[in-house]
């Protein structure tokens, strides 16, 4: 069962061609980390696929009917807004909103608190969204995704601005998810954590997909060169990947 | 909830009773109750019924359109100064109205007046939904309100400007003052249809609503349709102000400082504030509408005239607490 099939999908912003002919699928299983320089459409990848953008080509998620695909998939966008001063707990609830009656069921309170858990956000329910951290309200919002409870969830720089042990906790929890037979396409600027977490790595870059596949087959010197123009120390140890960036090339 | 609603739903219930017993003939209150309900077609019965039930029914239907519709269009752009005159219907409800005055045509007949302030308004809301396109996100649709009110306030002041008849000026200005003074039960019919109509659109945006706290994008992926949602909205908040301004001109403050004021009792939840806020605007206007007549008695103060002036102040020790909170 595929859960996002791209085929050939090009978009076009203001007459400017941002990437083409990318065809991607994602199983069931798999952790994908986008990555590519700024710039490169990680975001508008994603909107697109969602069918939140206009676009050539297909997606199997755009082609959904509104509510089907908000059952399909969690979309955790860059932006973090938080509108009103409600309540963690009702923010959190809020990634109910596809799946629920006028009243709330145990389903969705079960949904609700576990997604509050793997956030470890069970203690902050009542206390006031807006007046968090930026660090706690990107949390908040990575569970509101997760309440949605989808087979599949994008996130759009979701550890961006989290602390060393909530970025690790964060990639973790996607990784869980994914071994619980879900799929999570997350993009990512910190390489490291990308080589860590994700089961398979898309680099974007140049308008193109220009690697896809395995973390130490698409963080090869050349192609972090070629997208990034930087060199990096990569290395397999007892404690896993490491991969760190060094220096800009000239 | 409940705990927030029931309150107010019982001061609502009072000031609708109060505003029954409080007016320039002065029946005591047993006798007023027993004119209302005990049928006859005595004065006392006759003063209730047509002009103390009809001022007091619009007083609250008014009320609680200005407080629904401010609480939605609030929450549709997430910004707790936008109110529903926003969209400039009210203002093409009150060029509509100056038309009729001016043009000798509100004395035609009795009810020429609202009919060509809910012309006005219908032709407002075209405009808007044009300009707007079906698409166009929240800045276009403020953007398109603003154009729409300034050009029908533009055009009310030519209509001034250009008066040859200062009795029609006269009565202009103090129309567009707002009040429920005089008012009969056939302004209430005229209005109600409306009326129920818009709180109908607008009481189902709730769940919409909520989802734009995260913003239009994950709105969206959580399968909430925005072009309908902002369709609903501009057509709701239409029929409600529209309906109001035609029968009793144009009344500001309400739909914008009840929402603010009831926001925090509702865990500032959209949903949840669109019936506390209704309620809200009922209690507001009857508790205004109650002031005109126990302040000025014989001096016809006007309902908007006072709204604004007890609104702006309330509205300044909101900022003022708003500023603390952010320091």
Redesign the interface.
């Known amino acids: 069962m595929t859960l996002l099939a791209l085929r050939d999908l090009s978009v076009t912003l203001r007459d400017r061609r941002v990437f083409s002919g990318v065809s991607l699928d994602i199983q069931p299983g798999e952790l994908v980390g986008l990555i590519g320089p700024n710039g490169a459409g990680k975001t508008t990848l994603m909107r697109a696929a969602l069918g939140l953008l206009e676009h050539q080509g297909s997606s199997s998620l755009a082609a959904m009917e509104a509510r089907a695909r908000a059952r399909a998939v969690a979309w955790m966008p860059q932006s973090r807004e938080i509108a009103w001063p409600v309540t963690v707990e009702a923010l959190v609830t809020l990634g109910r909103t596809p799946h629920r009656a006028r009243q709330l069921t145990d389903t969705d309170r079960a949904a609700t608190d576990r997604a509050l858990e793997w956030m470890g956000l069970s203690d902050m329910r009542h206390r006031t969204a807006t007046r968090l951290s930026g660090g706690e309200q990107a949390r908040v919002l990575i569970a509101r995704a997760l309440a949605q409870d989808t087979p599949l969830l994008l996130a759009d720089e979701p550890v961006a601005g989290l602390d060393p042990a909530h970025q690790i906790q964060t990639m973790q929890t996607f990784a869980q998810m994914a071994q619980a037979g879900r799929a999570v396409l997350v993009s990512l600027h910190d390489l490291g954590l990308a080589a860590r977490y994700c089961s398979r790595l898309v680099l974007l870059g140049q308008g193109r997909v220009m690697a896809d596949g395995a973390p130490d087959q698409v963080l090869t010197p050349d192609l972090v060169a070629a997208a990034f123009g930087i060199t990096a120390y990569s290395a397999d140890t007892d404690q896993g990947r490491v991969f760190q960036p060094l220096e800009v090339l000239e | 909830m409940t705990r927030v609603l029931a309150p107010l739903a019982l001061l609502v219930a009072a000031l609708f009773v109060a505003s029954l017993l409080v007016g320039p003939a002065s029946l005591a209150p047993l006798d007023s109750l027993a004119g209302l309900f005990g049928g006859g077609e005595g004065p006392v019965a006759m003063v209730m019924r047509e002009i103390r039930l009809p001022r007091a029914l619009l007083a609250a239907m008014i009320g609680a359109s200005l407080g629904l519709a401010g609480a939605a269009m609030q929450g549709y752009l997430?910004n707790p100064l936008a109110e529903p005159g926003l969209i400039g219907v009210s203002g093409s409800a009150a060029l509509g109205a100056v038309l009729a005055i001016q043009t000798g045509l509100s004395a035609a007949f009795a009810l020429a007046l609202p009919l060509a302030a809910l012309a006005g308004a219908l032709g407002g809301v075209l405009l808007v939904l044009a300009l707007a396109g079906p698409r166009g996100g929240a800045l276009v649709l403020i953007l398109a309100g603003i154009a729409i009110s300034a050009m029908a306030g533009a055009l009310t002041q030519l209509a001034l400007n250009l008066s040859q008849n200062p009795f029609a000026v006269n009565e202009i200005v103090f129309w567009m003052m707002g009040s429920l003074a005089d008012r009969s039960m056939t302004h209430l019919w005229l209005a109600l249809p409306f009326t129920l109509l818009g709180w109908l659109l607008l009481a189902g945006l709730g769940?919409g609503l909520?989802?734009?706290?995260?913003?239009e994008?994950?709105a969206?992926?959580?399968?909430?349709?925005l072009a309908r949602l902002r369709l609903l909205l501009i057509l709701g908040t239409a029929c409600v102000v529209g309906a109001g301004t035609a029968v009793a001109g144009a009344i500001g403050f309400v739909g914008l400082v009840v929402p603010h004021l009831l926001?925090?009792l509702v865990?500032?939840?959209?949903s949840r504030l669109l019936p506390a806020s209704a309620l809200g605007g009922a209690a507001m206007l009857l508790a205004a509408d109650l002031a005109v007549r126990l302040i000025l008695p014989e001096r016809d103060l006007k309902l908007g005239v006072l709204t604004a002036l007890v609104g702006a102040p309330l509205f300044l020790h909101l900022i003022y607490k708003t500023r603390r909170e952010m320091a």
């Open positions: 997430r769940r909520d989802a734009l706290t995260l913003g994008d994950a969206q992926a959580m399968g909430i349709d926001r925090p865990g500032a939840q959209p």
